[in-house]
């Protein structure tokens, strides 16, 4: 049986050395690129006709913008409006880059931390700045609730700067942790299959049917947490708007 963590191995397509800093094309970048140039083809071909009546991938990309939209509208209000690129953005790049690795023989960067810490922590980043931008110092008011007896700022503000600070890690790490530990799983029950002879034989027939059953949750789960993902960004963004 194949090792199922070989699947998550950075492997360079054009190799390049900057100032000995190793900087080379990657399997990793190959798919973000794809991604990228998937995403700018699909929104840009299914929106240009711009007809009264949508047609069906028209209706496609309409039904995402209307999701982010509203989704920002719910949990950010009107002030969120101006963030729509950025969060739209956030989510497709993420759809894609789960979906995509969905594929035989892909490669699934949003299974490795370093990407997924990399959005998050521009998230994190994003939103901090915006809350001092807003507020000014009064933003530190976060870490300390108006109201609260003076004596429990000793308590409270530690618990208050763990939470804030932890952000970035926790949004990193659930999507890594869950396209990672989909894909070991469906490298395992693929292995099982074709070592018990593929569903042809009568013992591979359970595991190819529970492979099947694990790809459509996969599926599933790839769509949930380029969802997640998201919500959790329009969440931190509210904070920093509006303080409460």
């Given at each position: 049986?194949?090792?199922?963590?070989?699947?998550?191995?950075?492997?360079?397509?054009i190799?390049?050395?900057?100032?000995?800093?190793?900087?080379?094309?990657?399997?990793?970048?190959?798919?973000?690129?794809i991604s990228?140039?998937?995403?700018?083809?699909?929104l840009?071909?299914?929106?240009?006709?711009?007809?009264?009546?949508?047609?069906?991938?028209?209706?496609?990309?309409?039904?995402?913008?209307e999701?982010?939209?509203?989704?920002?509208?719910?949990?950010?209000?009107?002030?969120?409006?101006?963030?729509?690129?950025?969060?739209?953005?956030?989510?497709?790049?993420?759809?894609?880059?789960?979906?995509l690795?969905?594929?035989?023989?892909?490669?699934?960067?949003?299974?490795?931390?370093?990407?997924?810490?990399?959005?998050?922590?521009?998230?994190?980043?994003?939103?901090?700045?915006?809350?001092f931008?807003?507020?000014?110092?009064?933003f530190?008011?976060?870490?300390?609730?108006?109201?609260?007896?003076?004596?429990?700022?000793?308590?409270?503000?530690?618990?208050?700067?763990?939470?804030?600070?932890?952000?970035?890690?926790?949004?990193?790490?659930?999507?890594?942790?869950?396209?990672?530990?989909?894909?070991?799983?469906?490298?395992?029950?693929?292995?099982f299959?074709?070592?018990?002879?593929?569903?042809?034989?009568?013992?591979?027939?359970?595991?190819?049917?529970?492979?099947?059953?694990?790809?459509?949750?996969?599926?599933?789960?790839?769509?949930?947490?380029?969802?997640?993902?998201?919500?959790?960004?329009c969440?931190?963004?509210?904070?920093?708007?509006?303080?409460?």
């Amino acid at each position: 049986m194949a090792n199922p963590i070989e699947q998550f191995k950075i492997k360079p397509i054009i190799p390049l050395e900057i100032g000995g800093v190793d900087v080379s094309f990657t399997n990793s970048a190959v798919m973000m690129v794809i991604s990228v140039v998937l995403i700018t083809a699909f929104l840009t071909l299914s929106v240009r006709s711009r007809a009264l009546v949508p047609g069906r991938w028209q209706s496609m990309a309409e039904v995402f913008y209307e999701f982010i939209a509203s989704m920002l509208r719910d949990n950010v209000g009107s002030a969120g409006r101006k963030y729509f690129p950025f969060i739209f953005s956030l989510f497709m790049f993420v759809m894609f880059g789960n979906v995509l690795g969905m594929i035989p023989g892909a490669f699934t960067y949003t299974s490795h931390v370093i990407v997924t810490f990399g959005m998050a922590i521009v998230v994190f980043i994003g939103v901090t700045i915006i809350g001092f931008a807003r507020h000014g110092t009064h933003f530190l008011r976060m870490f300390f609730p108006e109201g609260a007896p003076i004596l429990t700022a000793v308590i409270l503000v530690p618990i208050e700067l763990i939470s804030y600070f932890s952000r970035p890690f926790s949004l990193a790490v659930r999507l890594f942790a869950n396209m990672t530990v989909g894909h070991i799983i469906l490298k395992v029950l693929g292995g099982f299959v074709v070592t018990l002879g593929g569903f042809y034989v009568l013992p591979g027939i359970v595991p190819f049917a529970f492979l099947g059953a694990v790809t459509v949750l996969e599926f599933g789960i790839a769509l949930l947490q380029a969802y997640v993902f998201t919500i959790l960004s329009c969440i931190y963004l509210h904070d920093a708007i509006h303080m409460h």
